[in-house]
């Protein structure tokens, strides 16, 4: 019989924390055919691949699957394609579920057959202390709704992990993780099968906590981080683009989110450029890009979900060729990025 639920972990290098993160995935109450876990390596070069070897030794619902270093996307749609649980759910190997949370989550999707199940979220700095206590909700679900009414209504996570999806969806749907749009893989997989979700429903209990580490890879602003990041956001606006155009049919709330959302990474775009090590060639002709390809002037930025002087003076810059222009010369001048006046 196959199990209910799989748990998808991709590890790189994730040594300090994997054996953490797998505990909790254990310590969810459930039966042991009743859940899966798969523990894509991808790469690692160091003792990762020893921890989870030894974890499988003690865990018989641990699968290792070793694979040279491709990215968390591709390990993602690794694990899609080797799970054989009726739901997924992917785990990022430094982050920990609330203790009974996947049996409470599991009990809610089989009832109401749900194709998507999203759920609290509690974010921690490393280094914060864990209570380990059991999962509770405050209220009942909420109602069942399409995919698409979910999106227009809610400001949903972009990140994966936050919600149980049915692997038929995915493998009917043929929905994977986008390669090359390195960090923000989850950006365009996310509202793509929430979109092809026909029931799906919110519980407002928490079931994960999310570990923010300062030194973690969004917050490098080396050369080449900052351009495989610039790179990746700027297909990120593309894919968005594509999902307005199919869906521009869809209800006036829908619409305008997608349209929000692209214009939240054509921003934070725009802000890396600024503050990149990237030359002022290379940030003058992905800017002009955006232009050509209509992506600015920014016009459909949520004022809700963005709100302040901050962002009205950020849209502005990035609205005025002129002033952004300058802006990157200027933060160029005073020392905040260290780019040559070169081509790259």
């Known amino acids: ?40 390596n991808d790469g690692s070069t160091d003792d990762s691949l020893s921890v989870v070897q030894e974890l499988q030794k003690k865990h018989a619902a641990i ?7 491709q990215g968390v996307a591709v390990a993602r749609n690794v694990g899609i394609d080797a799970a054989v649980g009726e739901y997924l759910w992917f785990v990022d190997n430094d982050d920990v579920l609330i203790r009974n949370s996947a049996r409470h989550l599991l009990a809610h999707v089989m009832q109401n057959n749900l194709d998507v199940l999203t759920f609290g979220v509690k974010e921690l700095p490393a280094g914060a202390g864990l209570t380990n206590h059991d999962f509770i909700q405050e209220s009942g679900l909420s109602q069942v709704a399409t995919g698409r009414a979910y999106v227009a209504q809610v400001n949903y996570y972009n990140t994966a992990w936050h919600y149980l999806v049915q692997r038929r969806l995915l493998m009917e749907a043929n929905i994977r993780f986008p390669s090359g749009r390195w960090l923000v893989e989850d950006a365009i997989f996310t509202p793509t099968v929430f979109l092809a979700a026909q029931r799906m429903a919110h519980c407002d209990g928490i079931a994960y906590v999310w570990i923010r580490h300062s030194t973690s890879v969004t917050k490098r602003r080396d050369a080449e ?10 297909g990120a606006i593309g894919d968005f683009q594509c999902l307005i155009a199919a869906h521009k049919g869809g209800s006036p709330g829908l619409v305008s989110r997608l349209k929000s959302r692209k214009d939240s990474y054509t921003l934070f775009l725009c802000l890396r450029l600024l503050i990149s090590d990237q030359s002022l060639r290379y940030v003058t002709r992905m800017y002009r890009e955006l232009r050509l390809r209509g992506h600015v002037p920014i016009i459909h930025l949520s004022e809700t979900e963005y709100p302040g002087v901050k962002y009205f003076f950020l849209r502005t810059t990035v609205n005025t060729q002129a002033l952004f222009l300058l802006a990157a010369i200027l933060t160029r001048l005073a020392g905040f990025v260290r780019a040559p006046f070169t081509n790259k």
């Open 1 to 40: 019989m196959a199990p209910k639920i799989s748990f998808i972990i991709p590890i790189y290098n994730g040594e300090k924390f994997i054996a953490r993160c797998v505990s909790s995935v254990i310590d969810q109450g459930l039966p042991l055919n009743d859940f899966e876990i798969i523990i894509i």
């Open 63 to 69: 699968r290792i699957i070793n694979q040279d270093n």
């Open 225 to 234: 981080t900052m351009k495989r990041a610039c790179d990746g956001l700027f």
